[in-house]
């Protein structure tokens, strides 16, 4: 699976949008970008996955740059309880269930 | 409501002492599996199962094993816990072996002294 590149935290202004890059230049045609979440020690939680479109759920939207090098997860109205580590992984769509989480971008929501 | 499950959420235990933590889910997913998380590690694999009496080693399955006789259950077991198996454990599951949508259960904190 190819590797991602992500900064290490980020801030936001409760009720703005966050924003987090993802880097994932090596990305092969049939990986997949899949975005997880982490609140405090508690079990990963999914939030979205895209492979060239961009997607939007009721959690977030995703954005996938056209030659798929990089991606955005967008937030659209922070609030605190999103303060989080926010992991992006790269998978292939076809092989087992195993995600490779990396180090993840700490995101810390102010009132 | 669809749910990983997990117990104990927290266990303290002595060196050797055999211990067991379960897992179930309830959404008839065919794929689990068992994560650890350790400060500056990150999540890493232990084993997983892509079926009933299917299972296979991950990422760090040393002093670990693993059954799966049912499909809604994985239980882990450590046969003789050593303090480097201090760890949080996280049981996770998905539909199928492909998803990368995967649910996690809400985490067991083990202390081996």
């Known amino acids: 699976d190819a590797k991602t590149t992500q900064p290490p935290s980020m801030d936001c202004a409760e009720g703005r949008a966050a924003n987090l890059p993802c880097n994932h230049s090596t990305i092969s045609g049939n990986e997949y970008v899949y975005w997880y979440r982490q609140i405090h020690s508690q079990g990963p939680q999914y939030i979205i996955h895209g492979l060239k479109n961009n997607e939007t759920n009721e959690m977030a939207s995703l954005i996938i740059t056209e030659d798929r090098k990089s991606s955005t997860l967008i937030l659209p109205h922070a609030t605190l309880r999103d303060t989080a580590v926010y992991y992006c992984?790269?998978?292939?769509?076809?092989?087992?269930?195993?995600?490779?989480f990396g180090q993840g971008t700490i995101l810390t929501v102010h009132p | 409501e669809a749910q990983v499950t997990q117990n104990p959420r927290y266990l303290i235990t002595v060196t050797g002492k055999k211990l067991t933590v379960t897992c179930s889910q309830n959404m008839n997913h065919e794929y689990m599996s068992w994560y650890r998380q350790d400060p500056g590690l990150g999540l890493r694999q232990i084993y997983y199962?892509?079926?009933?009496?299917?299972?296979d080693k991950g990422d760090v399955p040393e002093g670990y094993k693993v059954s799966r006789k049912e499909k809604r259950n994985f239980p882990l077991i450590l046969e003789s816990p050593s303090p480097n198996q201090t760890s949080l454990y996280f049981c996770?599951?998905?539909?199928?072996?492909?998803?990368?949508?995967?649910?996690f259960g809400p985490g067991t904190r083990l202390t081996v002294l």
């Open positions: 199962s892509m079926n009933v009496e299917v299972t």
């Open positions: 992984i790269v998978k292939i769509g076809t092989s087992y269930g195993k995600l490779t």
């Open positions: 996770a599951s998905s539909i199928g072996a492909g998803s990368g949508a995967v649910s």
